[in-house]
């Protein structure tokens, strides 16, 4: 049986929702393992300061910023959250443009091109499959 793989950085319940969430290591199937491999090197090696996903588990009000249901209200009803491919992250030390500048830098350190929404007050990263001409980022609005 292969061992399924984790997130250095991102503890499960800070990606997955409270509806979801079911003990330590119950999940970690529903996120793809690219955006486990993107994050971890997001946070460790490129922007190198803790990043904030989902806080419910502390009592804040984030809880679909990981991991949504099909039935979640957030979100476009294809959204990759929905497939486990998208994180929407923050950042106290620094902003979300300042972090999308960061990543734009440092692209040849990602391990797989991403998708990041521009011109948003969070920083949105996916692992949506497409043809990737080029950079490892590909800018988009929503």
């Keep these: 049986m292969e061992e ?7 503890e499960l319940h800070e990606l997955l929702p409270p509806e979801v969430y079911r ?11 690219r955006l486990k491999e993107v994050i971890d090197v997001l946070r460790g ?10 806080t419910w588990w502390m009592n804040g009000n984030r809880k679909w910023s ?7 209200p957030v979100g476009a009803a294809k959204s990759q959250h929905k497939a486990g ?3 929407d992250l923050l950042c106290y030390k620094y902003t979300a443009e300042q972090m999308r ?8 350190m990602l391990p797989y091109p991403v998708r990041i929404e521009d011109g948003v007050n969070w920083l949105h990263v996916d692992t949506k499959p497409r043809d990737y001409k080029g950079d490892k980022v590909y800018l988009f609005s929503a």
Excluded at 23 to 33: A, F, V
Excluded at 45 to 54: D, G, R, S, T, V
Excluded at 101 to 108: A, E, F, P, S, T
Aim: hydrophobic share 35%.
């Design 23 to 33: 003990g330590k290591d119950e999940g970690w199937e529903l996120i793809d393992d």
């Design 66 to 72: 990981g991991y949504r249901t099909a039935d979640c």
């Design 85 to 87: 491919r998208a994180v």
């Design 4 to 10: 399924i793989k984790k997130c250095k950085w991102f």
């Design 101 to 108: 500048q960061m990543i734009l830098d440092k692209q040849d």
């Design 45 to 54: 090696e490129i922007i190198k300061a803790p990043l904030i996903c989902n």
